[in-house]
């Protein structure tokens, strides 16, 4: 593995935003990058790593100060979770799932609830999931069954959850339930306490990459949660989570140009080293044009993603952009680590290097926060429409 870290050359709006990246910079060489390929191979969670940024106030870049958060543009956000994922995705991903489990609140909360829940969310400690998809609502997330059932003051939850980054780790999940009638108006959200009576996980998943990251069934037994911490309106549930997902897919198009520069790096740093027939074999044209294509494709993923965060930040439309940024640079992601692969032969199907897990890693971020065919019929419906049928 390369010791350098990537040094990209970043366009930041002001010289806080240019000394926070030094920050990030810094605590991503120092403490998450060294350990990244042993706790992964180990399927470790690193839960102090969180602790460290939680503390460091990155936890809540892109919320309000009012409430705990870091006041920042999404523009500088994305661009934290792209170093933080180059050097460990579990790590990028989790502070990505993170904020997608405070969108709801912070944005859709009243006043009360944002100021007795998110200082704690935001910079105290506190781990976040995000509950969305169930075993048979995965794309079609509008037909998730999970109930909630008003009694009293109270809301008793029953159902169960599937895929839940964090799951069985997290100190609070947003969850998605049906309150209402069948298809999206009948969807609430609300906020449940990661210690609930009735509330467990399963096993986490056995996956090909990312196994740092417990992901995991959770199982809703009668949880019961008061009205309080009913996020939104009744029925406004599937609103809420359509928003929070157009500013998770750029979380997750910042952290797949993330996982696509650290293989570069990787590839870089060999194809200069590695010599064969006595020069080294950056020497040779046909790998010169790989990396040149592995480069590009990268810096054309970062503009794609940062235009659409600056969209955002202007509070101008951004759906179609942030489908399109998932898009195109999570396919970048799992191009440019296959290509990485290549680029180290032999050695680069070996645990020895990095680029295996790179690549094992950005198959993921093709599927998670909506599959790229999912963002492809986003996208469509932007341009032409919703289908005629």
């Given at each position: 593995m390369t010791d350098r870290a990537p040094q990209v050359d970043r366009s930041l709006p002001t010289e806080e935003s240019r000394d926070l990246l030094v920050l990030v910079r810094e605590?991503?060489?120092?403490?998450?990058?060294?350990?990244?390929?042993?706790?992964?191979?180990?399927?470790?969670?690193?839960?102090?790593v969180f602790a460290l940024l939680s503390e460091a106030g990155l936890l809540g870049l892109p919320y309000a100060g009012e409430f705990g958060g870091g006041d920042q543009p999404y523009e500088v956000y994305l661009q934290v979770l792209e170093e933080l994922a180059a050097a460990r995705l579990t790590v990028g991903l989790g502070v990505s799932v993170h904020s997608l489990a405070c969108h709801g609140l912070a944005g859709y909360g009243t006043k009360e609830q944002r100021g007795a829940h998110l200082p704690a969310m935001l910079g105290g400690g506190l781990l976040g999931a995000y509950c969305l998809s169930e075993p048979s609502s995965g794309s079609d997330a509008a037909s998730l069954t999970t109930k909630a059932v008003r009694d009293g003051d109270d809301w008793v939850i029953t159902g169960t959850k599937a895929w839940i980054t964090h799951g069985g780790v997290a100190d609070f999940y947003t969850v998605l339930a049906r309150t209402g009638v069948d298809g999206p108006k009948g969807i609430t959200a609300f906020l449940v306490p990661g210690d609930a009576e009735g509330l467990t996980?399963?096993?986490?998943?056995?996956?090909?990459?990312?196994?740092?990251?417990?992901?995991?069934?959770?199982?809703?037994?009668?949880?019961?949660?008061?009205?309080?911490?009913?996020?939104?309106?009744?029925?406004?549930?599937?609103?809420?989570?359509?928003?929070?997902?157009?500013?998770?897919?750029?979380?997750?198009?910042?952290?797949?140009?993330?996982?696509?520069?650290?293989?570069?790096?990787?590839?870089?740093?060999?194809?200069?080293?590695?010599?064969?027939?006595?020069?080294?074999?950056?020497?040779?044209?046909?790998?010169?044009?790989?990396?040149?294509?592995?480069?590009?494709?990268?810096?054309?993923?970062?503009?794609?993603?940062?235009?659409?965060?600056?969209?955002?930040?202007?509070?101008?439309?951004?759906?179609?952009?942030?489908?399109?940024?998932?898009?195109?640079?999570?396919?970048?992601?799992?191009?440019?680590?296959?290509?990485?692969?290549?680029?180290?032969?032999?050695?680069?199907?070996?645990?020895?290097?990095?680029?295996?897990?790179?690549?094992?890693?950005?198959?993921?971020?093709?599927?998670?926060?909506?599959?790229?065919?999912?963002?492809?019929?986003?996208?469509?419906?932007?341009?032409?429409?919703?289908?005629?049928?």
């Amino acid at each position: 593995m390369t010791d350098r870290a990537p040094q990209v050359d970043r366009s930041l709006p002001t010289e806080e935003s240019r000394d926070l990246l030094v920050l990030v910079r810094e605590i991503a060489q120092r403490e998450i990058r060294p350990r990244a390929a042993e706790e992964e191979d180990a399927g470790r969670f690193p839960r102090e790593v969180f602790a460290l940024l939680s503390e460091a106030g990155l936890l809540g870049l892109p919320y309000a100060g009012e409430f705990g958060g870091g006041d920042q543009p999404y523009e500088v956000y994305l661009q934290v979770l792209e170093e933080l994922a180059a050097a460990r995705l579990t790590v990028g991903l989790g502070v990505s799932v993170h904020s997608l489990a405070c969108h709801g609140l912070a944005g859709y909360g009243t006043k009360e609830q944002r100021g007795a829940h998110l200082p704690a969310m935001l910079g105290g400690g506190l781990l976040g999931a995000y509950c969305l998809s169930e075993p048979s609502s995965g794309s079609d997330a509008a037909s998730l069954t999970t109930k909630a059932v008003r009694d009293g003051d109270d809301w008793v939850i029953t159902g169960t959850k599937a895929w839940i980054t964090h799951g069985g780790v997290a100190d609070f999940y947003t969850v998605l339930a049906r309150t209402g009638v069948d298809g999206p108006k009948g969807i609430t959200a609300f906020l449940v306490p990661g210690d609930a009576e009735g509330l467990t996980a399963a096993v986490p998943e056995k996956k090909m990459g990312m196994k740092g990251s417990p992901t995991a069934q959770l199982h809703f037994d009668g949880v019961r949660v008061p009205d309080t911490r009913r996020i939104g309106e009744e029925g406004q549930g599937f609103t809420i989570a359509l928003a929070a997902l157009d500013a998770g897919r750029l979380g997750i198009a910042a952290c797949a140009i993330g996982v696509a520069q650290a293989a570069l790096d990787e590839a870089l740093a060999y194809a200069l080293d590695r010599k064969q027939f006595g020069h080294p074999i950056a020497d040779f044209q046909g790998l010169r044009f790989m990396l040149a294509d592995m480069a590009t494709k990268i810096e054309a993923g970062r503009a794609l993603y940062l235009a659409a965060a600056r969209l955002r930040d202007a509070g101008k439309p951004f759906s179609r952009q942030a489908a399109m940024a998932k898009l195109f640079c999570t396919d970048a992601a799992m191009s440019v680590t296959t290509d990485a692969v290549q680029v180290l032969g032999g050695y680069g199907y070996t645990a020895d290097f990095p680029v295996e897990r790179l690549m094992r890693e950005a198959k993921v971020l093709q599927i998670v926060e909506g599959t790229n065919q999912i963002q492809r019929m986003v996208i469509a419906r932007h341009l032409a429409g919703p289908e005629s049928r």
